[in-house]
């Protein structure tokens, strides 16, 4: 499962989530400032939030609106952060994990569980939210330059099991001592969901939002104008083996050129949960209707076999996939643009 860290600012570097305005490439994932292009351009606002850029681009709206749109969006973002987070002791993700159990649990959190467990099960548990204390074993020997021992690695494995999630009322529950849960492969898409719902309630309907590669379109850049963005080569040669237009449609891309447990790249943030090894490919993006999906299904199809993965795509509705592999040649799933 993707578990990179919420706060790795190189995280998904794959989707740079290029905003192509007449002959001009932005990179807002880079925070690079915003020059219009002829006629009427995108209002453009960058914050720092989730460890990363989160570039939200508006159009069609009056800059006051604009402003307050934003505004409002990036407020609820900080709120969210609090409450998803793991890296943040105080959230009741965190405290879940440290105690074991959760009273009261707030309704996006509880929201978010849900939506991992959904998408787990049509995975096969591909996508898998209690790879916690694999990661953090992983993370340590990475710390402390060590290899893993094969008994820890055992023992971490042992505690990955999404069934130990017990959900009650509004109380959750871990069914074992050292279980723990992360949210890194859907929290910022769930994010980006939320933030696209913040914009349309306070009336702007056309808008990009590209959180650090998760990104959400809705309606148009301009009247009969899609937004664009870029699918980069995982290689890094500066290539780009899609670009997409997007009207109303959310895009996220996995890779294992993100977070790395060793020097050599073999274990990297995405992990089989049944394993604890890392698949050896260059990309997965998927498109999906919502953020969060997008988000969790990148991770999910980026740990499957090549082909389970595209066929999976292939059976869920509003879906559609793109795995590049290392050498740069892909493969889609069939609803996949041409």
Partial sequence: MKQSAYSDLSRRQALRGLLMTGGLLLVPGLARAFVPAAGAAPYVRTGFHMGTMVTISLARCSEAQAQEAVAAAFAECRRLEGILSRFDASSPLSILNAQGALQDVPPELAAVLERARRIGAWSNHAFNPTVLPLVRLLEQARDAGKRVAADDLREALALVDPDGIRQNGRGVRLC??????????????????????????AGCRHFLINAGGDMLARGERAPGQAWRVAIEDPAGQGRFPQILELRDAALATSGGYEARYDAAGKRHHLLRPETGESPELGSMSVLAGDAATADALATALSVMMPRDALALADSLPSCAALLVRRDGLTSASRDWPA
């Fill in 176 to 201: 074992r001592e050292g279980m723990g849960v992360t949210l890194d492969g859907i929290a910022k898409g769930a994010v980006v969901d939320a933030l696209g719902d913040v914009l349309r309630a």
